[in-house]
Protein backbone atom coordinates (compact mmCIF):
# COMPACT_ATOMS: atom_id res chain seq x y z
CA UNK A 1 0.00 0.00 0.00
CA UNK A 2 1.57 3.39 -0.73
CA UNK A 3 1.17 6.03 1.77
CA UNK A 4 -1.41 8.21 -0.43
CA UNK A 5 -4.00 5.02 -0.51
CA UNK A 6 -3.13 4.44 3.29
CA UNK A 7 -4.98 7.92 3.56
CA UNK A 8 -8.01 7.05 1.97
CA UNK A 9 -10.35 5.50 3.95
CA UNK A 10 -11.83 1.45 2.52
CA UNK A 11 -15.61 2.10 1.29
CA UNK A 12 -17.38 0.16 4.14
CA UNK A 13 -19.37 -1.40 1.15
CA UNK A 14 -16.42 -3.40 0.30
CA UNK A 15 -15.76 -4.40 4.38
CA UNK A 16 -19.35 -5.54 3.90
CA UNK A 17 -18.59 -7.62 0.71
CA UNK A 18 -15.65 -9.23 2.22
CA UNK A 19 -16.68 -9.68 5.44
CA UNK A 20 -15.56 -13.09 7.08
CA UNK A 21 -17.13 -12.16 10.73
CA UNK A 22 -20.23 -9.41 11.27
CA UNK A 23 -18.89 -5.80 11.23
CA UNK A 24 -19.20 -3.85 14.53
CA UNK A 25 -19.80 -0.11 14.56
CA UNK A 26 -20.07 2.68 16.55
CA UNK A 27 -21.77 6.01 16.54
CA UNK A 28 -19.97 9.29 17.94
CA UNK A 29 -21.78 12.91 18.41
CA UNK A 30 -19.87 16.40 18.60
CA UNK A 31 -20.12 17.07 22.52
CA UNK A 32 -21.72 21.14 23.49
CA UNK A 33 -19.69 21.13 26.56
CA UNK A 34 -16.29 20.73 27.73
CA UNK A 35 -17.25 18.01 29.97
CA UNK A 36 -19.14 16.05 26.93
CA UNK A 37 -15.13 16.78 24.90
CA UNK A 38 -13.94 15.01 28.20
CA UNK A 39 -16.06 11.83 27.94
CA UNK A 40 -15.76 11.92 23.55
CA UNK A 41 -11.97 11.33 24.54
CA UNK A 42 -12.11 8.65 26.99
CA UNK A 43 -14.52 6.72 24.84
CA UNK A 44 -12.47 7.29 21.97
CA UNK A 45 -9.41 5.90 24.30
CA UNK A 46 -10.98 3.19 25.76
CA UNK A 47 -13.04 1.71 23.03
CA UNK A 48 -9.92 1.50 20.46
CA UNK A 49 -9.38 -2.23 22.18
CA UNK A 50 -12.44 -3.64 21.16
CA UNK A 51 -11.73 -3.03 17.40
CA UNK A 52 -14.72 -1.93 15.37
CA UNK A 53 -14.72 -2.20 12.05
CA UNK A 54 -15.73 1.35 11.17
CA UNK A 55 -17.38 3.98 13.59
CA UNK A 56 -19.45 7.11 12.26
CA UNK A 57 -19.45 10.86 13.72
CA UNK A 58 -23.46 12.59 13.65
CA UNK A 59 -23.80 16.06 11.76
CA UNK A 60 -25.16 18.44 14.02
CA UNK A 61 -29.12 19.46 13.59
CA UNK A 62 -27.80 23.07 13.70
CA UNK A 63 -25.54 25.00 13.14
CA UNK A 64 -23.46 24.71 16.38
CA UNK A 65 -21.59 21.44 16.29
CA UNK A 66 -21.36 21.31 12.48
CA UNK A 67 -17.97 22.44 11.90
CA UNK A 68 -16.72 19.61 14.79
CA UNK A 69 -17.90 16.66 12.80
CA UNK A 70 -15.60 17.10 10.21
CA UNK A 71 -12.78 18.03 13.20
CA UNK A 72 -14.11 15.18 15.00
CA UNK A 73 -13.55 12.36 12.01
CA UNK A 74 -10.05 13.62 11.68
CA UNK A 75 -9.12 13.20 15.20
CA UNK A 76 -10.81 9.59 15.29
CA UNK A 77 -8.43 8.69 12.53
CA UNK A 78 -5.71 10.13 14.62
CA UNK A 79 -6.63 7.67 17.43
CA UNK A 80 -5.96 4.88 14.36
CA UNK A 81 -10.26 4.28 13.80
CA UNK A 82 -10.49 3.32 10.22
CA UNK A 83 -12.60 3.76 8.12
CA UNK A 84 -14.50 7.21 9.60
CA UNK A 85 -17.82 8.03 8.26
CA UNK A 86 -19.07 11.62 8.70
CA UNK A 87 -23.02 11.97 8.85
CA UNK A 88 -23.90 14.74 6.42
CA UNK A 89 -27.37 16.02 6.48
CA UNK A 90 -29.06 18.45 3.82
CA UNK A 91 -30.32 21.08 6.52
CA UNK A 92 -29.57 24.57 6.22
CA UNK A 93 -27.18 23.75 2.88
CA UNK A 94 -27.29 24.72 -0.09
CA UNK A 95 -26.10 22.62 -3.32
CA UNK A 96 -23.01 24.37 -3.87
CA UNK A 97 -21.95 24.20 -0.04
CA UNK A 98 -22.88 20.42 0.03
CA UNK A 99 -20.37 20.02 -2.71
CA UNK A 100 -17.88 22.15 -1.35
CA UNK A 101 -18.25 19.56 1.87
CA UNK A 102 -18.11 16.48 -0.38
CA UNK A 103 -15.40 17.88 -2.22
CA UNK A 104 -13.35 18.45 0.69
CA UNK A 105 -13.67 14.98 2.58
CA UNK A 106 -13.14 13.12 -0.27
CA UNK A 107 -9.64 15.50 -0.59
CA UNK A 108 -9.48 14.26 2.99
CA UNK A 109 -9.74 10.59 2.15
CA UNK A 110 -13.06 10.24 3.56
CA UNK A 111 -14.81 7.66 1.35
CA UNK A 112 -17.90 6.83 3.05
CA UNK A 113 -20.86 9.26 3.95
CA UNK A 114 -24.15 8.77 5.59
CA UNK A 115 -26.58 11.14 4.01
CA UNK A 116 -29.22 11.91 5.57
CA UNK A 117 -32.06 15.08 5.21
CA UNK A 118 -31.96 15.72 8.90
CA UNK A 119 -34.88 16.98 10.95
CA UNK A 120 -36.62 20.34 10.74
CA UNK A 121 -34.76 22.57 12.70
CA UNK A 122 -36.10 23.31 16.23
CA UNK A 123 -39.45 24.70 16.51
CA UNK A 124 -40.82 23.44 13.06
CA UNK A 125 -43.03 21.12 12.24
CA UNK A 126 -42.39 20.80 8.71
CA UNK A 127 -39.19 20.05 6.69
CA UNK A 128 -38.41 23.10 4.35
CA UNK A 129 -35.83 22.46 1.82
CA UNK A 130 -33.29 25.14 1.61
CA UNK A 131 -33.02 27.61 -1.14
CA UNK A 132 -31.14 25.64 -3.81
CA UNK A 133 -30.99 22.57 -1.26
CA UNK A 134 -32.09 19.55 -1.29
CA UNK A 135 -35.29 18.18 0.62
CA UNK A 136 -34.52 14.30 1.01
CA UNK A 137 -31.43 12.00 1.45
CA UNK A 138 -32.81 10.52 -1.80
CA UNK A 139 -31.45 13.67 -3.27
CA UNK A 140 -28.54 14.14 -1.89
CA UNK A 141 -27.42 10.55 -2.49
CA UNK A 142 -27.65 11.07 -6.17
CA UNK A 143 -25.74 14.29 -5.95
CA UNK A 144 -22.77 12.77 -3.64
CA UNK A 145 -23.03 9.65 -6.07
CA UNK A 146 -22.46 11.93 -8.99
CA UNK A 147 -20.17 14.13 -7.80
CA UNK A 148 -17.79 11.40 -6.58
CA UNK A 149 -18.83 7.91 -7.56
CA UNK A 150 -16.10 6.45 -5.14
CA UNK A 151 -17.98 7.27 -2.13
CA UNK A 152 -20.07 4.91 -0.22
CA UNK A 153 -23.33 5.87 1.03
CA UNK A 154 -25.02 5.11 3.92
CA UNK A 155 -29.09 5.93 4.50
CA UNK A 156 -30.91 5.78 7.46
CA UNK A 157 -34.17 3.89 7.99
CA UNK A 158 -36.58 3.05 10.76
CA UNK A 159 -38.41 -0.47 11.32
CA UNK A 160 -40.81 1.31 13.19
CA UNK A 161 -41.62 4.18 10.98
CA UNK A 162 -40.43 7.43 10.49
CA UNK A 163 -42.01 10.36 12.85
CA UNK A 164 -43.09 11.99 9.63
CA UNK A 165 -44.32 8.39 7.93
CA UNK A 166 -47.49 8.23 6.45
CA UNK A 167 -47.33 4.61 5.97
CA UNK A 168 -45.35 1.46 6.14
CA UNK A 169 -45.18 1.16 1.91
CA UNK A 170 -44.56 4.91 1.26
CA UNK A 171 -41.92 4.58 3.61
CA UNK A 172 -40.47 1.20 1.99
CA UNK A 173 -41.27 2.97 -1.54
CA UNK A 174 -38.95 6.08 -0.15
CA UNK A 175 -36.16 3.66 1.15
CA UNK A 176 -36.61 2.33 -1.99
CA UNK A 177 -35.86 5.54 -3.78
CA UNK A 178 -32.72 6.00 -1.70
CA UNK A 179 -30.90 2.79 -2.81
CA UNK A 180 -31.78 3.37 -6.47
CA UNK A 181 -30.10 6.75 -5.76
CA UNK A 182 -26.89 5.02 -4.87
CA UNK A 183 -27.17 3.88 -1.32
CA UNK A 184 -24.75 1.40 -0.39
CA UNK A 185 -25.79 -0.08 2.69
CA UNK A 186 -28.83 1.29 5.17
CA UNK A 187 -28.24 1.37 9.07
CA UNK A 188 -31.74 1.73 11.06
CA UNK A 189 -32.91 3.65 13.79
CA UNK A 190 -32.22 1.83 16.98
CA UNK A 191 -35.00 -0.74 18.52
CA UNK A 192 -35.82 -2.80 21.29
CA UNK A 193 -37.80 -5.47 19.81
CA UNK A 194 -36.01 -7.52 17.60
CA UNK A 195 -39.48 -8.81 15.91
CA UNK A 196 -40.05 -5.42 14.97
CA UNK A 197 -36.40 -5.62 12.73
CA UNK A 198 -37.93 -8.93 11.51
CA UNK A 199 -40.53 -8.07 10.18
CA UNK A 200 -39.35 -4.86 8.75
CA UNK A 201 -36.22 -7.10 6.88
CA UNK A 202 -38.72 -8.74 5.38
CA UNK A 203 -40.59 -6.09 4.12
CA UNK A 204 -37.14 -4.63 2.43
CA UNK A 205 -36.82 -8.49 0.90
CA UNK A 206 -40.15 -8.27 -0.73
CA UNK A 207 -39.46 -4.30 -1.86
CA UNK A 208 -36.20 -5.66 -4.07
CA UNK A 209 -34.07 -3.82 -1.71
CA UNK A 210 -31.06 -6.08 -1.78
CA UNK A 211 -28.33 -3.61 0.32
CA UNK A 212 -27.01 -4.63 3.65
CA UNK A 213 -29.04 -3.57 6.69
CA UNK A 214 -26.85 -3.28 10.27
CA UNK A 215 -29.37 -2.96 12.51
CA UNK A 216 -28.85 -0.08 14.91
CA UNK A 217 -29.27 -0.80 18.80
CA UNK A 218 -28.87 1.21 21.79
CA UNK A 219 -28.43 -0.19 25.60
CA UNK A 220 -31.06 1.57 27.78
CA UNK A 221 -29.07 3.45 30.45
CA UNK A 222 -31.69 4.50 32.68
CA UNK A 223 -35.46 4.69 32.41
CA UNK A 224 -35.76 8.41 31.73
CA UNK A 225 -33.09 8.24 29.15
CA UNK A 226 -34.92 5.18 27.03
CA UNK A 227 -38.34 6.86 28.00
CA UNK A 228 -37.29 9.73 26.51
CA UNK A 229 -35.44 8.65 23.05
CA UNK A 230 -38.10 5.80 22.52
CA UNK A 231 -41.02 8.76 22.53
CA UNK A 232 -38.32 11.18 19.98
CA UNK A 233 -37.60 8.31 17.27
CA UNK A 234 -41.23 6.45 17.85
CA UNK A 235 -39.85 3.25 18.75
CA UNK A 236 -41.61 0.55 21.21
CA UNK A 237 -40.23 0.69 24.86
CA UNK A 238 -41.11 -2.90 25.72
CA UNK A 239 -42.87 -3.90 28.32
CA UNK A 240 -40.68 -6.59 29.76
CA UNK A 241 -37.59 -4.26 29.27
CA UNK A 242 -39.28 -1.43 31.14
CA UNK A 243 -40.14 -3.66 34.66
CA UNK A 244 -36.25 -5.07 34.28
CA UNK A 245 -34.93 -1.42 34.26
CA UNK A 246 -37.36 -0.05 36.91
CA UNK A 247 -36.58 -3.51 39.34
CA UNK A 248 -33.01 -3.20 38.77
CA UNK A 249 -32.11 -0.34 41.63
CA UNK A 250 -28.59 0.76 41.47
CA UNK A 251 -28.08 -2.37 38.34
CA UNK A 252 -29.91 -0.25 35.96
CA UNK A 253 -27.04 -0.30 33.13
CA UNK A 254 -26.45 -3.83 33.56
CA UNK A 255 -30.03 -4.51 33.07
CA UNK A 256 -29.90 -2.43 30.09
CA UNK A 257 -26.91 -3.58 28.52
CA UNK A 258 -27.91 -7.10 29.29
CA UNK A 259 -31.08 -6.64 27.34
CA UNK A 260 -29.11 -5.10 24.49
CA UNK A 261 -26.81 -8.27 24.74
CA UNK A 262 -29.75 -10.17 24.28
CA UNK A 263 -30.80 -8.77 21.46
CA UNK A 264 -27.34 -8.81 19.60
CA UNK A 265 -26.79 -12.75 20.35
CA UNK A 266 -30.28 -12.96 18.68
CA UNK A 267 -29.61 -10.73 15.70
CA UNK A 268 -26.26 -12.35 14.65
CA UNK A 269 -27.76 -16.00 15.22
CA UNK A 270 -30.15 -14.72 12.45
CA UNK A 271 -27.51 -13.52 10.27
CA UNK A 272 -27.49 -9.69 10.23
CA UNK A 273 -24.23 -8.01 8.16
CA UNK A 274 -22.82 -6.20 11.60
CA UNK A 275 -24.28 -4.09 14.36
CA UNK A 276 -24.13 -0.40 14.83
CA UNK A 277 -24.17 0.56 18.43
CA UNK A 278 -25.49 3.97 19.73
CA UNK A 279 -22.91 4.14 22.29
CA UNK A 280 -23.37 8.34 23.54
CA UNK A 281 -19.79 9.16 23.93
CA UNK A 282 -19.48 6.01 26.23
CA UNK A 283 -17.65 3.13 26.21
CA UNK A 284 -20.45 1.37 28.59
CA UNK A 285 -22.78 0.65 25.68
CA UNK A 286 -20.04 -1.41 23.82
CA UNK A 287 -19.87 -3.86 26.54
CA UNK A 288 -23.20 -5.47 24.83
CA UNK A 289 -21.75 -6.60 21.96
CA UNK A 290 -18.51 -7.65 23.30
CA UNK A 291 -20.59 -10.18 26.05
CA UNK A 292 -22.57 -11.09 23.34
CA UNK A 293 -19.91 -12.47 21.54
CA UNK A 294 -18.67 -14.12 24.46
CA UNK A 295 -22.10 -15.54 24.89
CA UNK A 296 -22.09 -17.03 21.41
CA UNK A 297 -18.44 -18.34 21.70
CA UNK A 298 -19.36 -20.06 24.91
CA UNK A 299 -22.47 -21.90 24.08
CA UNK A 300 -20.86 -22.42 20.77
CA UNK A 301 -21.62 -26.40 20.45
CA UNK A 302 -23.34 -26.88 23.47
C1 LIG B 1 -28.64 5.92 11.38
C2 LIG B 1 -29.16 7.33 11.57
C3 LIG B 1 -28.25 8.38 11.66
C4 LIG B 1 -28.69 9.70 11.81
N1 LIG B 1 -27.78 10.72 11.92
C5 LIG B 1 -28.19 12.00 12.00
C6 LIG B 1 -27.25 13.08 12.04
O1 LIG B 1 -26.04 12.87 12.02
N2 LIG B 1 -27.73 14.35 12.09
C7 LIG B 1 -29.08 14.62 12.11
O2 LIG B 1 -29.46 15.80 12.16
N3 LIG B 1 -30.00 13.62 12.09
C8 LIG B 1 -29.60 12.33 12.02
N4 LIG B 1 -30.53 11.31 11.97
C9 LIG B 1 -31.95 11.64 12.02
C10 LIG B 1 -32.53 11.96 10.63
O3 LIG B 1 -31.88 13.09 10.09
C11 LIG B 1 -34.02 12.24 10.78
O4 LIG B 1 -34.70 11.07 11.13
C12 LIG B 1 -34.68 12.93 9.60
O5 LIG B 1 -35.97 13.38 10.00
C13 LIG B 1 -34.86 12.05 8.37
O6 LIG B 1 -33.69 11.86 7.72
P1 LIG B 1 -33.61 10.76 6.53
O7 LIG B 1 -32.28 10.85 5.95
O8 LIG B 1 -34.10 9.45 7.01
O9 LIG B 1 -34.70 11.42 5.53
P2 LIG B 1 -35.42 10.92 4.22
O10 LIG B 1 -35.05 9.56 3.82
O11 LIG B 1 -35.27 12.00 3.23
O12 LIG B 1 -36.93 10.84 4.74
C14 LIG B 1 -37.50 11.87 5.53
C15 LIG B 1 -39.02 11.81 5.49
O13 LIG B 1 -39.45 12.22 4.22
C16 LIG B 1 -40.16 11.19 3.57
N5 LIG B 1 -39.63 11.20 2.20
C17 LIG B 1 -38.48 10.66 1.76
N6 LIG B 1 -38.32 10.85 0.44
C18 LIG B 1 -39.40 11.56 0.06
C19 LIG B 1 -39.86 12.06 -1.19
N7 LIG B 1 -39.17 11.83 -2.31
N8 LIG B 1 -41.03 12.77 -1.22
C20 LIG B 1 -41.73 12.97 -0.11
N9 LIG B 1 -41.38 12.50 1.10
C21 LIG B 1 -40.24 11.80 1.18
C22 LIG B 1 -39.80 9.91 4.32
O14 LIG B 1 -40.83 8.95 4.28
C23 LIG B 1 -39.59 10.41 5.71
O15 LIG B 1 -40.83 10.52 6.39
C24 LIG B 1 -30.10 9.98 11.86
C25 LIG B 1 -31.02 8.90 11.80
C26 LIG B 1 -30.56 7.59 11.66
C27 LIG B 1 -31.54 6.45 11.63
Given at each position: MSPIDSLIDRPISSLLAERDHPLLSYEFFPPKSETGMQSLQSAMEGL??????FVTITYGA????RGQTFEIAEWLRRFRYRPVMPHLT?????QAELGDIADRIHEDGFRNIMTLRGDPPKGDSEFVPPADGFGNARDLAAFLKNRHPDFCLGVAAYPEGH????GEAEDIDYLKQKVDAGADFITTQLFLNNKVFYRFRDRCDAAGIDIPILPGLMPALSVAQIQRICGMCQAELPAALLEKLENAGDNVQDAGILWCMEQIVDLLQQGVPGIHLY???????ALSYQLACRFIEMTRGL
Open positions: LDTHPDGGSTCVGHSPESRILNQIKP
